[in-house]
C-alpha cells in the first residue's frame, strides 16, 4: 500500500534499511543520479542537521530505478518511516512512540484498522480494552489532537510489516537507534538472548508441565519473549512504571498471557507452585540500580523461592561476581552464597550488551539448597568464559553444565564438566579474590584426560628426538586474571611509547646501526614478529626527546588488543614499545607461578573483540614445575631456530638450483640425492 493519507518521511538510514542495503550506498545513488532523468529524491525538510525524505517518493524511485534489493519498497516504505510533524504529529519523541506503540497494541487487541475512527472513539475503544489503565489508555489520551494522523501511520505501518508483532518490533528497534530512551544500553545481544532462553529452557524441563516463567522486575520482555514456548504462563510484576508498560503493551501484541504479580513496596512478592524467575539487572524500570539495589532484588527472590522453584539471574560480573563492592554490597552477596540457594555462578565474554559491550556480564542460576549435605560441605559450579566465544557449541556445553549443577551431589558428581569446577561455597566466602578466580577456560590441554596428552607429547618427543620426559598428573591447574596479578603485585603493567612519526626509522639495514640505534616493537611486530628490527630509534634521539620514554627488560611480554589480542616474549630486552602496544612485567622475585611464554600463549588464543585486558585469564604454573619448564621451552625454542635456519637455507639452495639450471650456468649430476622422490 501508499502511505498519501498521511505524509511519512525518511532519514539516509531508513532508506538503506527499506532497500536492505549499506548506509554509504544511498549516499552514492543520491550523488551519481544528480543531473539523470531519474534524480534521487530531494529532502522535503530538516530535523537537527539530519535530511527528510517523502516515503513514497523514495519507495517510488526505488521501484522505478530498481535500485536496492527490495523489490516492494513503496508498499514497504511506512515500517521505514515516521509522520511528518508539519502535518498534525508531534516530533516524533518518547510520549509520541509511547503512543504509537499503544495504538500498535490497540489495534492487535481490536482487530480491524484505526484509521476509520475518531479521536473519541479512539479514547472509547482503548478504554474498552484497558478498563484499569493497564497498558496503553493513558498513553493514547496524551496524544491528543495528534491520535487522527498517529492511527492512520499506525495503519500503514502495520500493514507494511506484515502484522502488529513486527511493527511493534520495528517501532523498539527505530526508539534505539534515535536514542529515545536510556533503556538501548540493556539491550541484550543475540548470544546473551540465546543463552538464557536455552538455559531456561533447560531449566524448565526439570518442572511439571504447569511450572510458570516470572519475572519480578516487570520488565525483562526480551527475555520472555525469547523464551516463551506455546502456552506456559507468564507472571510480571505489577510496575506502574513506562517500561513495565511497555512490556505488558509488547507481550500483548505478541499474544503471551500475562498474569500480575504483586511486588509490594518492600519488594516482597510470593509465587506458589513449581516457576522459573527470569532477571535481567540493572532492570529497564531501574536502569541506574546500584549493587547493593540488585543483590537485595536478588534477595527478596531468594526469600520467597521454595524447592520447586528455579531463578535465573543476568547482571554486571562487577556485581555478581568481582571484588571491590561496598561493605553492604559484600554483605548482601555473602549472605545469599550463604543460604546455598547459589548453585552456578558463571563469568560471561564481553559483548552482550549491545550498549555497552565492553561490559562483562554474570549469570546466577538459583535453586534448592542442598539440604542433604551439611553446610560445610556444600558448593557451587563455578566458570569463567570470560575468553569462550558464545558460539552455539559453548552455549549447549554450558548449559550442560548449568542443568546438571542443580542435581543432586551424585548426579553432580557423575557428571563430565566443560567449563565448570565445583567450590565449596565456605571457600567463596573466606576468598579476598573474585568468586570465580583460579577457574579458566584458555587451557585446550584440560579437553584431553591427562594420560593421553602424556602419551601424545612422549610421541611426538621420540619422533623429534627431543629429551623429554613426561607423565600424567591430577593437580588441579591454578590461573588469575590480569587484574588481579597486578593487585597482588606479582605483574606490572607497562604503557607504550608515543613516538613521533618523523623519529621512526624504517628498514634499517641488519647490523649496520645497531649500536646507534634501538628496536622498536608496535603492534605490526606483535602481530608478526618476524618484523621485528625493521623500525627502529636513534638512541641519541630516543634520550633527548622522551626523558621519560621506557625499554623492555629480558622476559617482558608486548601485548595488544586491537585488532584481537596479540602478544609475544622480548628475550632481549631493551626495546622501544610503541602504543598502543603495552607491557606486562613479571615479578621475577615473585612470580606466583607466572611465567613470560606462558603469558603470551594466553593471550594469543584469546577470541577477537576482547579487549578487556584486565580481565584477561593467565595460567600458572605450579612451584615445582616452573624451573623444569623453563628449561623444556629453551630447548625447544634453539630446536625451532635451528628448524627455521635450515628451512631458509632449502629455500636459499632451492632457488639457486631453480636459477642455475635454467640459466644454462650449472648442471645436475646424474647421481644427484633423490630422497623423497619414491
Known amino acids: 500500500m501508499t502511505t498519501t493519507d498521511t505524509s511519512l518521511l525518511m532519514t539516509m538510514s531508513d532508506i538503506a534499511g527499506l532497500a536492505q542495503v549499506q548506509r554509504p550506498v544511498v549516499s552514492v545513488w543520491r550523488s551519481r543520479s544528480a543531473g539523470t532523468d531519474t534524480p534521487f529524491p530531494a529532502p522535503v525538510s530538516r530535523q537537527r542537521g539530519v535530511d527528510l525524505f517523502d516515503a513514497d517518493q523514495v519507495g517510488s524511485w526505488l521501484e522505478r530505478t530498481g535500485r536496492g534489493n527490495n523489490r516492494d519498497a513503496t508498499a514497504d516504505a511506512a515500517a521505514y518511516a515516521l509522520p511528518d510533524a508539519s502535518q498534525g504529529a508531534d516530533e516524533f519523541d518518547e510520549q509520541t512512540f509511547r503512543g504509537v506503540t499503544a495504538l500498535i497494541a490497540l489495534r492487535a487487541a481490536s482487530d480491524h484498522a484505526l484509521s476509520t475512527l475518531t479521536a473519541a472513539e479512539l479514547v472509547d475503544l482503548a478504554d474498552e480494552h484497558d478498563p484499569d489503565d493497564d497498558l496503553l489508555l493513558r498513553e493514547i489520551e496524551a ?47 543475540r548470544a546473551a538472548l540465546n543463552l538464557m532462553t536455552e538455559t531456561v529452557t533447560a531449566l524448565r524441563f526439570t518442572q511439571p508441565a504447569d511450572s510458570v516463567f516470572v519475572d519480578p522486575t516487570g520488565s525483562a520482555s526480551d527475555l520472555l519473549i525469547a523464551i516463551h514456548q506455546g502456552e506456559v504462563s507468564v507472571m510480571t510484576a505489577n510496575v506502574d512504571s513506562p517500561a513495565a508498560r511497555l512490556q505488558r503493551r509488547r507481550l500483548m501484541v505478541h499474544g503471551i498471557v500475562r498474569t500480575e504479580l504483586q ?23 531501574r536502569p541506574t540500580m546500584t549493587p547493593e539495589q540488585i543483590l537485595s532484588d536478588i534477595e527478596q527472590s531468594v526469600l520467597q523461592m521454595t524447592d520447586e522453584q528455579l531463578a535465573v539471574v543476568l547482571a554486571p560480573a562487577s556485581v555478581l561476581i568481582d571484588i571491590g563492592l561496598s561493605r553492604d554490597a559484600e554483605k548482601l552477596r555473602s549472605s545469599l552464597l550463604r543460604s546455598g540457594r547459589v ?12 550498549g555497552k559491550p565492553q561490559q562483562l556480564q554474570a549469570l546466577w542460576v538459583l535453586g534448592g539448597a542442598h539440604t542433604a549435605v551439611a553446610l560445610a560441605d556444600r558448593y557451587a559450579m563455578v566458570a569463567d568464559l ?41 571457600s567463596l566466602l573466606a576468598s579476598r579474590r573474585s568468586l570465580v578466580a583460579g577457574v579458566s577456560t584458555v587451557i585446550p590441554a584440560r579437553d584431553q584426560p591427562a594420560a593421553a596428552l602424556a602419551v601424545s607429547i612422549d610421541r611426538l618427543a621420540a619422533l623429534l628426538h627431543a ?28 604503557p607504550g611509547n608515543r613516538i613521533a612519526a618523523e623519529d621512526v626509522s624504517n628498514d634499517v639495514i641488519e647490523g649496520a646501526a645497531d649500536a646507534a640505534s634501538i ?59 610503541l602504543f598502543p602496544a603495552r607491557i606486562l612485567r613479571i615479578e621475577q622475585a615473585d612470580p606466583n607461578g607466572l611465567l613470560d611464554a606462558v603469558l603470551a600463549a594466553d593471550i594469543a588464543a584469546l577470541p577477537p573483540g576482547h579487549r578487556r585486558w584486565r580481565a584477561w585469564p593467565v595460567r600458572q604454573v605450579a612451584l615445582e614445575q616452573r624451573a623444569a619448564l623453563v628449561d623444556a621451552l629453551t630447548s625447544l625454542r634453539w630446536e ?36 623423497g622422490t619414491t
Request: aromatic share 4%; hydrophobic share 45%; net charge neutral.
Open 263 to 285: 511486588v509490594l513496596p518492600s519488594g516482597a512478592f510470593s509465587v506458589t507452585g513449581a516457576a522459573v524467575h527470569v532477571a535481567q539487572y540493572p532492570s529497564a524500570v
Open 519 to 577: 628496536r622498536l616493537i608496535g603492534p605490526a611486530e606483535v602481530a608478526n614478529p618476524s618484523q621485528l628490527g625493521h623500525r627502529r630509534i636513534d638512541r641519541l634521539r630516543f634520550a633527548a626527546g622522551y626523558p621519560s620514554g621506557r625499554v623492555t627488560e629480558p622476559g617482558d611480554v608486548v601485548f595488544c588488543t586491537s585488532p584481537r589480542p596479540a602478544a609475544m616474549v622480548d628475550t632481549d630486552g631493551t626495546s622501544v614499545v
Open 143 to 189: 496524544l491528543g489532537d495528534t491520535l487522527p494522523v498517529l492511527a492512520t501511520y499506525v495503519d500503514a505501518l502495520v500493514e507494511a510489516a506484515f502484522g502488529p508483532a513486527p511493527a511493534f518490533e520495528r517501532m523498539l528497534t527505530d526508539r534505539f537507534k534515535r536514542n529515545l530512551a536510556g533503556e538501548g544500553d540493556l539491550t541484550l545481544s
Open 640 to 675: 625451532q631456530k635451528l628448524a627455521r635456519e635450515r628451512l631458509g637455507q632449502l629455500d636459499q639452495l632451492t632457488d639457486l638450483l631453480l636459477a642455475g639450471v635454467t640459466a644454462g650456468t650449472i648442471t645436475l649430476a646424474s647421481d644427484a640425492p633423490s630422497k
Open 386 to 426: 570470560v575468553a569462550t566465544p558464545l558460539n552455539e557449541a559453548a552455549i549447549d556445553a554450558l548449559v550442560s553444565d548449568l542443568a546438571a549443577s542443580l542435581g543432586s551431589q551424585r548426579l553432580v558428581r557423575a557428571h563430565a564438566f566443560r567449563f565448570a569446577r565445583l567450590v565449596l561455597t565456605r
Open 343 to 354: 548453585r552456578a555462578i558463571v563469568r560471561l565474554p564481553a559483548g552482550l550488551l549491545t
Open 467 to 494: 629429551d623429554l620426559a613426561v607423565e600424567a598428573a591430577s593437580e588441579q591447574a591454578t590461573t588469575s586474571t590480569v587484574h588481579e596479578l597486578l593487585s597482588t603485585g606479582h605483574l606490572r603493567y607497562i
